[in-house]
């Protein structure tokens, strides 16, 4: 049966020419074959050349590019790209040490719409796209053809995560087994990780290259870690020899799950200690007890209409931590806001270091981890910016 067929505008096709994912509505001249929303189409350019197949969707973004070839999007095609994406876990971050990991990071694995998070023996699936959503079910088919007797499980937490128009009927639940009790390991941290109940697929994973070097910088200091949600930093923080540490984030749920995280790995009585309560009530109040901070908030920022009001939270942000940082302390600072560019993250830092009239230099400047790769055809999946900055 043939694919529904996407023509260009004319002069529309560089982009994908040069790899880019996207096919913007406003390039589109025409359809044939009544496509639907989740449906594989063939894209062609004005001139009638393929250019490739993707998932049609609904918005501004069109078209989901999977191929830029005369290429079936088959089991075949699903397992190949997934084997592929293993491939790169298994040269830079899988190890006895670490289980945890990204195995598919949308556009910079040729899967747009697609993440897969793996934690030990359970891979948890989360569909950005109604496409992604329809293969579910062939996804977890490959997954089990790449890790064999290893993966015990394939749970899909798609249904917060589809468009919001979609009226797909999601539900989340497992694709194949059932739930794995066992903690998974980070760097010969365990913790214990809730992909049914917890946020995203139930971890940050795109910190952990961010976690150890924090580690290097805590033996015999105070350390806060303001949105700490469960703990990760906490743990490297104690590992690190740190004098004591506070996690502090609004949710009780994950409060009380980063206490358990610290007590896996150090016991009851580590000097840990965790408290729900708002991040920026928190840090007025602070009164220069932490001589290392951790700042990594949720996202200020969803989409460009929100830009000045995240940078304006930035600052407020880091003033306050500025202001109640001792002399000689380290603050590590994030923004995981798609549309804060590096640049713009960096500004907000300066404007805080002059309201706080700090004098402040940057030791590291941090972003997302080799799991979490960056297609060069693809700049946009850069979402995660940081720095490591010292504070007199």
């Not at 044939?32 to 001139?47: I, K, L, M, T, W």
């Not at 289980?99 to 990071?105: D, F, G, V």
């Not at 995280?261 to 007890?289: C, M, R, T, Y």
């Not at 972003?367 to 995660?384: N, R």
Request: hydrophobic share 40%; glycine share 8%.
């Amino acid at each position: 049966m043939s694919l529904p067929k996407i023509f260009l505008r004319h002069g529309k096709e560089e982009a994908l020419q040069r790899r880019h994912p996207w096919v913007f509505s406003g390039a589109i001249h025409h359809a044939d074959g009544n496509p639907e929303e989740g449906d594989v189409v063939e894209v062609y350019s004005s001139a009638g050349q393929l250019l490739g197949a993707g998932h049609a969707q609904v918005g501004s973004i069109a078209v989901r590019m999977l191929t830029f070839e005369a290429q079936a999007i088959d089991a075949d095609f699903w397992r190949q790209a997934l084997q592929n994406a293993c491939n790169l876990r298994k040269k830079t971050v899988l190890s006895d040490l670490t289980t945890c990991y990204r195995l598919a990071h949308g556009e910079a694995d040729g899967l747009p719409g697609l993440i897969v998070d793996v934690y030990g023996a359970t891979a948890v699936l989360q569909a950005h796209s109604v496409g992604m959503y329809r293969a579910r079910q062939e996804l977890a088919q490959a997954l089990r053809c790449i890790y064999g007797d290893s993966l015990k499980a394939v749970y899909d937490k798609s249904a917060a995560t589809l468009p919001f128009k979609a009226n797909v009927g999601a539900a989340d639940g497992y694709l194949w087994g059932e739930r794995q009790a066992d903690p998974a390991l980070e760097n010969g941290l365990r913790f214990e990780v809730d992909w049914e109940g917890g946020q995203k697929t139930g971890f940050f994973l795109d910190q952990r290259d961010n976690r150890s070097l924090l580690e290097r910088y805590c033996r015999g200091r105070s350390v806060l870690n303001m949105f700490c949600y469960t703990g990760g930093f906490s743990a490297y923080a104690l590992r690190g020899g740190a004098a004591r540490v506070c996690s502090v984030d609004s949710s009780a749920r994950a409060v009380a799950q980063a206490q358990r995280n610290v007590a896996i790995n150090f016991g009851d009585h580590a000097p840990h200690e965790a408290v729900v309560a708002d991040a920026f009530d928190f840090l007025q109040s602070a009164g220069g007890k932490y001589d290392v901070m951790v700042l990594d908030p949720p996202a200020f920022a969803k989409h460009t209409g929100a830009l000045r009001n995240a940078l304006q939270a930035y600052r407020r942000l880091n003033a306050l931590a500025l202001k109640q940082a001792p002399h000689g302390s380290i603050i590590f600072t994030f923004s995981c806001s798609q549309v804060v560019s590096s640049a713009q993250l960096g500004s907000a830092i300066f404007s805080a270091a002059i309201d706080s009239r700090r004098s402040v230099r940057i030791l590291h400047r941090l972003a997302q981890p080799p799991d979490h790769p960056v297609s060069i055809y693809h700049p946009e999946g850069e979402y995660l910016k940081g720095l490591a900055i010292y504070v007199e």
